[in-house]
């Protein structure tokens, strides 16, 4: 009933770990029938409250208090509680590749039933049965087999989520969930949060992003440097349409992009029939691609396409089947891996799960000037001064001798694109760089890459959101191919206030392989221009 008890109250509660206060002053109730969204800065202190809701945190010893109301009983314990909630975060993903952690979906789902991040004894034939149903209902059910590892970003997100919702949850808490999915998923896990509020489910859901409040949504709160300086009801909905590529509606097989390269050795990276196989599976197949001197190309596709896969491959952590070839650099560019990493910079977060030991965060940047995790050696006077101007242009400036596993989420990732660019990258490569980060943070760090792609840095930016305008090229992949590539032709301002770039046609001849049917021909403008690309 919407007049009983809370199902976790605190009153001026706190968490002080290493002598950092994280959070302080807690007074807050989650009441019956409530959906909270949960806002603030990076670092402010959202998921320290999310963890401390689901029990994963204890409060400092003090005046303050959690209290927990489980069947009409209070309890300072969440113990019982916790296993009634699930949980949907980057940092427990994240936990899966730091650790090596590599259940298959269909185990990773079954470990909802006990809240355990691994399978400790065998699932019952009934839930492996309730695991493959909600498996499916969210279009899931061919990763069942698939390994966690094996996995794209937004592949595993969706089975978390499948995870979460597997015991029947009485609390859904959601921590940037959506981040690095395609728009299509992104709708899907809208629309099942959605569904699961209307079904007495209770949503506890922090985001930088306003579009992400489902219409279930009914009170807010935010935190600042640890504390909250406002809650109460929604009064209006904040929930908004999500942004989706059209990305022309011919759907033609596309060749390889050469996007308007020049002479044979004008070039910054060249494909030669490459396939891409970790584990011995094809991710990337037959890809003939070449990116040109002052190009910037959006890496555009679903979930699973193989976007991050090829930024791995562009970036020396993966090499080409026997038969493929791969160069950077021209034709007379180093060929030594170590050397290539020296001169590109990378953020991902994948990349970022690897960060797992002490290190200042002024040491992490400084490690970009290597290419390597981890700071080897002593840095130089000049790249001291270096980092920390870099540390000031991303707003780190006061965090430079905290240690990068004190930091959120987002603090962790504007540390990795402070290092990115820190040595001045030939190429930078960009996997959802800007995944949990607030919404000033986000527009700091684009006018950062924008000066870099100005200056003669080539940027790839694999994305599922809104491409930057500075984009001259784009790529889309699909099922490990290339089924569009070209120079944008042009940006369309749609309904949505999305920018969708229209890529014209790829100057070459497309490899032999399946050709589907175009489709219907774009919409018109006023006076008769088209909206789609002249070509696929």
């Known amino acids: 009933p919407e007049n009983g008890p809370p199902l976790v109250e605190f009153t001026g509660a706190g968490l002080e770990l290493g002598h950092q206060v994280l959070v302080s002053d807690l007074t807050w109730r989650l009441g019956p029938g409530e959906n909270w969204a949960v806002r603030g800065d990076n670092g402010s202190g959202k998921t320290t409250l999310l963890r401390l809701v689901r029990g994963d945190l204890w409060p ?20 019982g509680f916790k296993r009634r909630t699930g949980l949907v975060s980057p940092e427990f ?3 899966y590749r730091r650790f090596g952690w590599n259940p298959t979906g269909l185990d990773a789902v079954c470990t909802g039933f006990s809240d355990t991040p691994l399978l400790y004894q065998e699932p019952g034939a009934d839930q492996r049965r309730r695991a493959r149903e909600i498996m499916a209902r969210l279009g899931l059910g061919d990763l069942a087999d698939r390994s966690m590892l094996e996995m794209s970003l937004g592949q595993a997100k969706k089975v978390l989520l499948a995870r979460a919702l597997v015991n029947d949850p009485v609390l859904l808490v959601l921590d940037e969930c959506l981040d690095g999915l395609d728009a299509a998923s992104r709708q899907t896990m809208l629309d099942v949060i959605q569904a699961r509020a209307e079904n007495g489910t209770q949503i506890l859901f922090a985001t930088h992003r306003t ?13 600042r440097a640890g504390r909250i300086v406002d809650q109460g009801p929604l009064t209006a909905p904040e929930s908004g349409p999500t942004p989706r590529f059209r990305m022309g ?6 060749a390889a992009g050469q996007g308007g390269a020049g002479r044979d050795g ?9 396939t891409v196989a970790p584990e011995g599976r094809p991710i990337l197949r037959g890809l003939d691609w070449t990116v040109a001197p002052g190009q ?5 596709g679903p979930n699973g396409a193989g976007k991050t896969t090829l930024l791995k491959l562009l970036g020396g952590d993966y090499q080409p089947v026997t038969g493929g070839r791969i160069g950077r650099f021209g034709p007379s560019g180093p060929r030594n891996v170590a050397e290539i990493k020296r001169r590109i910079g990378y953020v991902s977060a994948e990349f970022q799960a690897a960060h797992t030991f002490g290190q200042t965060v002024r040491e992490t940047v400084l490690s970009g000037f290597t290419g390597s ?5 002593q840095a130089t006077a000049g790249q001291r001064a270096t980092a920390d101007a870099r540390l000031e242009a991303c707003g780190l400036k006061d965090m430079a001798d905290r240690d990068v596993r004190c930091l959120s989420y987002g603090q962790l990732r504007l540390t990795l694109i402070a290092r990115a660019m820190v040595a001045g990258p030939r190429i930078l490569l960009l996997d959802e760089p800007l995944g949990g980060l607030d919404v000033g943070s986000r527009r700091e760090v684009q006018a950062l890459i924008a000066a870099l792609a100005r200056g003669g840095t080539t940027v790839i930016y694999a994305t599922h959101q809104e491409p930057p305008s500075w984009v001259t090229h784009g790529l889309v992949i699909d099922q490990g191919r290339i089924a569009r590539a070209g120079a944008v032709d042009e940006y369309d301002i749609g309904p949505t206030a999305d920018r969708t770039p229209h890529l014209t046609r790829a100057p070459c001849s497309p490899r032999p392989g399946p050709v589907r049917s175009p489709g219907p021909p774009g919409p018109r403008r006023p006076g008769g221009r088209s909206m789609s690309p002249a070509g696929a």
Do not use: C
């Open 249 to 254: 509606r011919r759907a033609g097989a596309v």
């Open 211 to 223: 579009d992400e409040l489902i219409p279930a949504m009914t009170h807010a709160l935010t935190l």
């Open 60 to 79: 400092t010893t003090g005046p303050g208090t959690r209290t927990y109301f489980e069947k009409g009983r209070m309890s300072a314990s969440p113990v």
């Open 373 to 377: 995790i981890g700071l080897r050696g």
């Open 296 to 300: 910037h190309w959006a890496v555009l």
């Open 93 to 95: 993903l994240v936990q």
């Open 266 to 274: 004008d070039w910054i990276i060249r494909l030669e029939n490459v």
